[in-house]
């Protein structure tokens, strides 16, 4: 993630922190400095909340360790003001792996929160709820077991991408095909999302915020996993173009320019012969314009980090991989021979397509 600062290394995970946590760290101070002028309180807020930091820490290594049983690797560990995020390598996909991953972080919580009660029980027993409103040495530890409990309770409420959505996920794909089954758990999320944003404006901003996190989030993992299920069988050959615009490294950009105005492509395979030398995005054609001209040659703004298909790949596996490279269209290659193009708005279409028959189906039976 942007502007997040390394801040130590456990067991091979980075540790991170968002700049914006900072943000949160200075509104304590301030507030909890407002209530009664006293610098001492202010810092007992802060060690409050570093040490209520360290359980999320240990909640995101729940799921970190849980997932590496399952051989993926956690890549990196953010701390943002709304919570922890652990960053994998990949998501597991198997129903009970997912169960495990999902519910490993809240199980750290709740035995944080058992071993603190065991404690308060045999040492200093259990102050009553109200003196938490003023925190100080003699009920800290009462405090950060309460919290404990209030995350596990919280990240177990349903709302995808949250834990709990991810365990409703989890429970729905044993019946399910995966991506019907993250449909359902993110509509249910998106609703406890809507919820959590109308509580927040009566409560606390931090809902709102959280709110909209899991809106987003849900979102846009629905639609990867809508994307992913769709694409699941259909190869590089079945998206198949061999009809497509050549343009030549010497060629001038405007040549680039009427082949954008002309056609319905937007992105050009740049051949010196039957070689690919590169791409010309829409981007980069548009920044030639700029920076350039429209008598420069292609070859200026052209880039060279494309990627190069066979017709045999999955496009499951490789579509992503496409469009975060930044290029809406690759190559593809049989042997050394060039075969045609792959372009988003092609799979795209592929994509309508098969969903049309796909709703076909029962009538047709
Ligand atoms: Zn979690």
Known sequence: MKWSFFIGR???IGLYV??????????????YYQKNQSTAEAFMGIWFILALFGCVVLHELGHAFAAKRFNIVTKQITLLPIGGLAQMEKLPEKPMQELWVAIAGPLVNLVLALLLFIYLGATSGF????TLKVLDASNFLFGLFTANIVLAVFNLIPAFP?????????????????GKATRIAANVGQLLAIGFVFLGFFSNVWLVFIGIFIYVGAESEAGYEETKSAL????????????????HPADPLRKAVEALLNGQEREFIVMEGDVVKGILTRNRLIQGLADYGDSSPVSDSMRSDFVALRPDMALEKIYHEMLSNGCEVAPVYDGGALLGIVDK????????????LNQLKPAAQ
């Open 232 to 247: 699941s069988g259909i190869t590089v050959k079945d998206a198949l173009m061999r009809r497509f615009t050549r343009l």
């Open 127 to 130: 102050p009553s709820i109200e």
């Open 345 to 356: 708005e092609n799979v795209e279409e592929l994509l309508l397509v098969r969903k049309a």
């Open 162 to 178: 949250m834990d709990g959505g991810r365990v409703l996920r989890a429970l729905l794909a044993f019946k399910f095909e995966r």
């Open 18 to 31: 968002h700049w914006t946590f900072f943000i949160l760290i200075g509104w304590i101070f301030f507030s």
């Open 10 to 12: 456990i067991s091979g």
